[in-house]
């Protein structure tokens, strides 16, 4: 931790170059940003910085090279069950870049794409595109609207439809290194000041080094391209619901020929009961149980049946001219997932009568909303941590790891949650582990149950997608040794200091 001359020192020397605006050591906020919903104590930060441009991002760069002090950015700190806005290491310097570079810096109609600074939140872009009648839409996450979508990107977050990648509709970066420099990637590398294939060119001269900045310590990034899709004329969501827990391996084997032949455009997910219905309500049994075990079945099936739901539920949708245009393509999935007798199409009329399920339609139809965070409602205490060890889209081993998984939740007394977020051929599995973080006994079954499953994950050769800042040094363990090394030779070279978040994802 740097220690607190050198804060003082930091602190001192930003103010006088950039502002007092720019940079606060007031109690209150320095303890509001250190909160989280991990299994573990909060971790303040030293200070908190708001700079207001790339070059403000440069100086609080330098001057933290100069005093030996870490800084760990943020866009919006709406990464909740990841970390939300604490530095991964108590006493970093928390840069706030969403409080005053937030602005839309481009809008093209005729591309499709938007160039962001880091604070534009999927809301503000949404309501952009809304209210300036633009014939193009953006991909929600499921999660909290005040998110970042540079920074989701960048964190290799996912949403819905056909845009639901959302680094893979990333294009194009400004990035401050760790030793002060600016880069421009891809396209924008070319010298001078006119760049028209920046943002629509992914792949340019020379080694593609955007990925270098989704979840890393090597920069931090100050603008992004990201490509918007053209709003289709009409767009259906389409529900299935199938009854059993071991329904699973089926609904994969049917998933992944959709997705495969892109017969269904959007993304496709597959979602556990409990995932769906603690958005919806809250476990009737925990003040009978005082949370020491997990929601009984006779619970669970008593849930299902008020919101009419099975064990997993299969949404996606349609895109085309008309409702009548695409009726066709939902017959014929309508055929597909019922022709075993066990999956149940849920009519879109039912669907809009059943709660959890409109956070699927507003997210099909570009809209971002705050519902699904109710899930933190669950128990009382407010605790998540995301684990989000995925399948290969194989019906047999998709089955094989939630029996697996269910077992070690139970085991630690926490209900089981997860949510398949289903490509052609892999899964990304999100895992929703809710506790009470008020309470110490369940903050110790969380941790050992996330890294129970995390090392049975990583005991059959399956690893994680995206992390908590509490286990991404755990994480980085599970690699090999060679892989780090390479992660340890690149940081040096860009930031060879190790002013940028040093442990972030495990790279010092
Ligand atoms: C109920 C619920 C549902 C959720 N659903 C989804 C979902 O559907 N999809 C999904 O992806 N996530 C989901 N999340 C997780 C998370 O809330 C979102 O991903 C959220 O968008 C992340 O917050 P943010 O965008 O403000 O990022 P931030 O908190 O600002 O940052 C996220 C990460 O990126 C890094 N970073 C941020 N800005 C920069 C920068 N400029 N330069 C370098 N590094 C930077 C940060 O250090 C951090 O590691 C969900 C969370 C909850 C609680």
Redesign the pocket.
């Known amino acids: 931790m740097p220690s607190s001359d050198s804060i003082t020192r930091y602190v001192a020397a930003v103010t006088e170059l950039l502002g007092e605006a720019s940079i606060t050591l007031v109690d209150d906020v320095l303890d509001r940003y250190g909160e989280h919903t991990l299994p573990a104590p909060d971790t303040r930060p030293g200070a908190v910085a708001y700079p207001d441009s790339t070059a403000a991002v440069q100086t609080l760069v330098r001057l933290a090279n100069e005093h030996g002090v870490a800084l760990?950015?943020?866009?919006?700190?709406?990464?909740?069950?990841?970390?939300?806005?604490s530095p991964v290491r108590p006493g970093q310097v928390v840069v706030d870049?969403?409080r005053r570079m937030n602005r839309i810096l481009e809008i093209d109609e005729t591309l499709g794409y938007c160039v962001l600074e880091?604070g534009v939140?999927?809301r503000a872009l949404h309501d952009t595109l809304l209210e300036r009648g633009s014939r193009l839409m953006m991909s929600p996450?499921?999660?909290?609207s005040?998110?970042?979508?540079?920074?989701?990107a960048?964190?290799k977050?996912?949403?819905s439809g056909a845009y639901a990648d959302?680094f893979g509709m990333s294009c194009g970066v400004e990035?401050v290194l760790g030793n002060g420099d600016v880069i421009r990637t891809g396209d924008g590398s070319l010298a001078g000041d006119a760049h028209p294939n920046w943002h629509v060119s992914k792949y340019s001269f020379g080694p593609f080094l955007d990925g270098l900045?989704s979840?890393s310590n090597f920069?931090?990034?100050?603008r992004m391209g990201m490509w918007l899709m053209p709003r289709p004329p009409h767009i259906e969501p389409f529900f299935f619901t199938f009854p059993d827990d071991d329904d699973l391996g089926e609904v994969i084997e049917l998933i992944r020929p959709l997705k495969q032949s892109n017969f269904v455009p959007t993304l496709i997910r597959a979602t556990n009961d409990l995932y769906l219905l603690s958005?919806a309500t809250s476990n009737p049994e925990y003040a009978r149980t005082g949370g020491t075990r997990t929601l009984s079945d006779a619970g669970r099936a008593a849930l299902r049946e008020r919101y009419g739901l099975g064990a997993w539920t299969v949404s996606g949708a349609f895109y085309g001219a008309s409702k009548a245009a695409v009726a066709p393509s939902v017959e014929r999935v309508v055929r597909h997932f019922t022709a075993s007798g066990k999956g149940r199409h849920i009519s879109l009329d039912e669907a809009q009568e059943i709660a959890p399920l409109h956070i699927a339609i507003n997210a099909n139809t570009g809209v971002p909303t705050d519902s699904?965070?109710k899930?933190?409602g669950w128990r009382p205490g407010g605790g998540?941590a995301?684990l989000s060890a995925g399948t290969p889209m194989v019906g047999s081993v998709a089955a094989e790891f939630q029996r697996a998984a269910r077992r070690i939740c139970t085991d630690h007394g926490l209900e089981y949650l997860l949510s398949n977020v289903c490509g052609p051929r892999f899964a990304r599995g999100?895992h929703?582990i809710l506790f009470n973080r008020e309470n110490a006994d369940e903050c110790a079954r969380a941790d050992a149950c996330y890294r129970q499953m995390a090392t049975l994950f990583a005991s059959n050769g399956v690893f994680v997608g995206r992390a908590p800042?509490l286990y991404q040094s755990f994480h980085a363990e599970q690699r090999m040794p060679e892989f780090n090394a390479a992660c340890a030779a690149i940081k040096h070279a860009l930031d060879p200091n190790g002013v940028i978040?040093p442990g972030?994802y495990g790279i010092e």
């Open positions: 760990f950015p943020i866009s919006n700190g709406q990464n909740i069950g990841l970390g939300t806005r870049l969403g880091p939140s999927f996450t499921a999660g909290p005040q998110g970042s979508v540079l920074a989701n960048l964190d977050g996912g949403g959302h990035v900045f979840q920069g931090i990034v100050t958005s699904e965070l899930m933190l998540v995301w999100v929703s800042t978040a972030k």
